[in-house]
């Protein structure tokens, strides 16, 4: 592996391409294992023959986006586990994508667990803080068509009764507040989310606790709005994470 990257590392030094016998000697090979290797990267379409050179082919490409896209995921597991900490509390983050609600990642400890998924998290946004809060900064029509396919019923006696009441809710919601609900997806437990800025895709993060450390929950979601809008935003999600 390290032969072959080196390899590729000199290929991408020539822009117009270079023979076999000058890569391997810049990348310390022996020619015998170089032609060997080349052939390798060349089927894999790391590298491509044109008119007796090598150049870089369509395969690095992709490897250079998937690279950056795990980055993109390392920091932001990086960044839940921060807060994690800094709060004492599971941290949650989601992103409505092709028509669904996406939880894309989750940093809790033994002491402090995540809320169990007992009911599908899909078809329940509209009883849980993250769905509530990807709900909101839909459009009519895109809300519409989700609440078609995942009809509001109650998931516990606190959840909201029906698509009107929901509706309302999310009406009444300002801009880049935080959504609260209390016992609506899992008895015991409150949540809290923030909508999180990622380009043209709405995402959330979202806190939750045990009931009885309620009065924890607004200054904690408080805290974690005030402190996380531009380090987040400077990560630049996109829809391929």
Known sequence: M???????EAAASHADGAPAKQLAREAGIQLPTAYHLLRTLTHEDYLRRE?????????????????SVQNRRSRLEETLKHWRDALGVPVYFALYREGEIDLVAIADTPYAPAVAEWANFRETGHAHALGQCLLSQLDDRARGDHLDRHPV????????RDRHA?????????RMQPVVERQE????????????????????????LPLHQ??????????LRTGVGGLLNSLAFSISI
């Open 2 to 8: 390290q032969r072959a990257l080196r390899l590729l």
């Open 51 to 67: 008119r007796g050179v090598f150049v870089l082919g369509g395969a690095v490409g992709r490897l250079a986006v998937g690279g």
């Open 153 to 160: 019923q109650p998931v516990t006696p606190y959840s909201v």
């Open 166 to 174: 929901l509706s309302e809710r999310l009406t009444a919601t300002g």
């Open 185 to 208: 997806y899992a008895l015991g437990t409150v949540c809290a989310a923030i909508p999180i800025t990622a380009g043209s895709t709405a995402a959330a993060m979202a806190i939750s």
């Open 214 to 223: 309620e009065e924890r929950l607004l200054p904690a979601i408080e805290q």
